[in-house]
């Protein structure tokens, strides 16, 4: 499997997946469909039992969706579409990932907002270390985390940490991300990827009736709060399209897709602040 914004290495069954998309790792409509293209595989691929996704940037996991992508994926109709009225593109990228039989891990050294939190919320286990940034900055120019980001958040760390952490619209650090529960731990950056490797491959020693074993209590635990996280992805689904035909929210949009630097995306919720107070 060859693709150009994801990097692939393998260790037995441990299969290491890297986005590399320079120079931001932006989440692009190319990256979302090589990430289809690899759980369709990926659903079929009995000699892999952990999938471990990091970065190929010491700097930046997935800092966010791409803004000029995301115009073009609401008003292209070369640009595919989810199969479902009710579920969007992300939506349904996030959730393809989250049903995959492997146990999927991931690995945050660096920044991680936006679309890129949603797609790693969506994974069974996250690492990070203690000076990793993850936000949802989507609130601070009037819109929503709208790819599984809001229901997710809410369900994985509970709603009064979920509005905080997306009506600040601040970054949170990855200890801070570890307290919450966003994240399962955060470790020094000289112990993640040996803690995270040794982890991996202890998993891909158990014998897959034994994982199956224990993703299917899991499901059966968890069973019910599914029909309430589709009705969550049609809420933020419906609110997405709302927002997006707002003329004011139209133009903070248009306005952060100019802030898709490196300069600014170190510190996109002071950048963000700077350009509203600017105007």
């Not at 150009?4 to 692009?28: C, K, Q």
């Not at 601070?140 to 809410?154: E, H, I, Q, Y």
């Not at 202890?202 to 994982?211: C, E, H, L, M, Y």
């Not at 802030?259 to 350009?275: C, K, N």
Request: hydrophobic share 45%; proline share 5%.
């Amino acid at each position: 499997m060859s693709y150009t914004t994801l990097n692939l290495t393998r260790e037995g069954r441990v299969l290491r997946v890297d986005f590399d998309n320079p120079p931001l790792n932006l989440l692009t409509i190319e990256m979302v469909s090589e990430l289809f293209d690899l759980a369709g595989k990926l659903v079929f691929d009995q000699d892999t039992a952990v999938v471990v996704l990091g970065s190929a940037n010491p700097e930046f996991y997935i800092a966010h969706f791409e803004l000029n992508d995301l115009f073009r994926a609401m008003s292209d109709p070369d640009v595919p579409q989810s199969r479902y009225d009710d579920i969007n593109v992300v939506q349904a990228l996030s959730t393809m990932w989250q049903t995959l039989p492997q146990v999927t891990i991931g690995v945050v050294d660096g920044i991680c907002r936006g679309g890129g939190l949603e797609f790693l919320l969506a994974t069974d286990m996250r690492f990070a270390t203690p000076d990793s940034k993850f936000g949802f900055p989507e609130a601070s120019v009037g819109f929503l985390p709208a790819g599984g980001g809001t229901v997710r958040l809410a369900m994985q760390i509970g709603p009064a940490r979920a509005r905080e952490v997306i009506l600040s619209s601040r970054d949170f650090t990855g200890e801070e991300a570890a307290t919450y529960g966003l994240v399962n731990r955060a470790l020094p950056a000289d112990e993640l990827s040996e803690y995270v490797d040794g982890l991996a491959r202890d998993i891909a020693q158990r014998s897959a009736g034994s994982v199956a074993a224990v993703s299917d209590v899991f499901k059966n635990i968890f069973d019910a709060a599914i029909d309430a996280q589709f009705a969550g992805f049609a809420s933020e689904n419906t609110a997405m399209k709302a927002l997006l035909s707002v003329p004011e929210v139209q133009e903070h949009l248009a306005g952060l897709a100019k802030l898709q630097t490196i300069e600014d995306e170190r510190d996109l919720p002071g950048a963000i602040a700077a350009a509203a107070s600017a105007n």
